[in-house]
């Protein structure tokens, strides 16, 4: 019956050991999307400064061209008092008429150009308010991950020596066995019989098999699946005289 309980105490340390193992294994991820994360918000600066660049360009390129318009109108209006005929006073006006078009046409692109300046404007003061901080914030979160892992692997340790001297009570057979079985069989190796039946598997298990555990003292497997057996039943009076 001892190497039963030795199997069951190695059982008992199997879930934290892979949860363990999984979380250590997860760090390089968790490492990559926070840095991806941080920079997504550092492209995102990099491009709205290029946006308001581009807007800021337009802007001046349209504010020369008001200017251009504004002087030659004034001029064309000016020349309107020395017209000589009727066909030069009419090409005056359509000139004047187009001039003027013109120069509307690139107000309203102005006062658009203006309005997109002012959001980039509000959507920049906000990431440059909040670019310290966020550095901060992605430093954080790295040591944090870091200590974290750093913790997983101390508690991993400390399980796994744990483990050794548990397993040390074992025969070198066994403990091969627990481990090949471990593996293959996602930390379920040591299995009640419930009602005949394999706890893990959950096949009929043969009498010839089910009348040796009761009998006792040796290690028996499921012929299905090839988990160690036990009977709950007999477990159950020697862990009580332990305990007592
Ligand atoms: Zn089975």
Redesign the pocket.
């Known amino acids: 019956m001892e190497f039963l309980s030795v199997f069951l105490a190695l059982q008992g340390l199997e879930t934290r050991r892979r949860a363990l193992r999984a979380s250590i294994a997860a760090a390089p991820q968790k490492v990559k999307a926070e840095q991806d994360r941080f920079h997504r918000e550092q492209a995102a600066y990099v491009e709205e400064s290029s946006r308001r660049q581009e807007h800021d360009a337009k802007r001046l390129a349209l504010e020369e061209k008001i200017t251009q318009l504004a002087e030659r109108l004034k001029k064309d209006k000016e020349r309107m008092t020395g017209v000589q005929n009727n066909v030069e006073y009419q090409a005056l006006l359509r000139e004047i008429d187009h001039a003027e078009r013109e120069k509307s046409d690139c107000e309203s692109k102005l006062l658009a150009v203006l309005q997109s300046l002012e959001e980039s404007g509000v959507a920049l003061a906000k990431y440059q308010s909040g670019f310290d901080s966020a550095t901060l914030e992605h430093e954080t979160n790295l040591h944090a991950i870091a200590a974290e892992t750093a913790q997983f692997e101390k508690d991993l340790a400390q399980l796994e020596a744990d483990r050794a001297a548990i397993a040390a009570e074992l025969p070198h057979e066994h403990i091969h066995l627990y481990e090949k079985l471990a593996g293959s069989r996602a930390g379920l190796v040591v299995?009640a019989v419930q009602a005949g039946c394999?706890?893990?598997?959950?096949?009929k298990?043969r009498p010839a098999i089910l009348s040796q555990l009761r009998h006792g003292g040796e290690l028996m497997r499921?012929?299905?699946?090839?988990?160690i057996?036990y009977l709950p039943e007999r477990l159950a009076p020697s862990a009580a005289k332990a305990e007592g």
Request: charged share 15%.
């Open positions: 299995v394999c706890g893990g598997c959950h096949v298990l499921c012929d299905s699946c090839s988990r057996l």
